[in-house]
Nanobody, 116 residues
Framework: QVQLVESGGGLVQPGGSLRLSCATA????????MNWYRQALGKERELVAS????????QYTDSIKGRFTISRDNAKNTAYLQMNSLKSEDTAVYYC?????????WGQGTQVTVSS
């Protein structure tokens, strides 16, 4: 059974940091690109960061460049999103996504709230 379980969300003050994890099971993790999306209240889901299956290539949306880092550990079947210098506009539900040429899997999401 395919599982993607996000963790690490919560309430943080502006300027703070959080590290999201996406633990996976039920598929060959190292064959999949991993993506982090987010969806703020009343807005469309947006792609935040991507990492290739080997981890050699990463991409970020402009609004988080220099603040967030995506990574993965293929031995642990886990992807990560390190989020630094958080801003109120980063408040959203964050979802991890596993993507191959034929399959697309999603986690249930974890809430990140940036507020003083």
């Amino acid at each position: 059974q395919v599982q993607l379980v996000e963790s690490g969300g919560g309430l943080v003050q502006p300027g703070g940091s959080l590290r999201l994890s996406c633990a996976t099971a039920g598929f060959t993790f190292s064959d999949y690109f991993m993506n982090w999306y987010r969806q703020a209240l009343g807005k469309e889901r947006e792609l935040v960061a991507s990492i290739s299956n080997t981890g050699h290539t990463t991409q970020y949306t402009d609004s988080i460049k220099g603040r967030f880092t995506i990574s993965r550990d293929n031995a642990k079947n886990t992807a990560y999103l390190q989020m630094n210098s958080l801003k109120s506009e980063d408040t959203a539900v964050y979802y991890c996504n596993a993507q191959s040429w034929s399959q697309d899997y999603w986690g249930q999401g974890t809430q990140v709230t940036v507020s003083s």
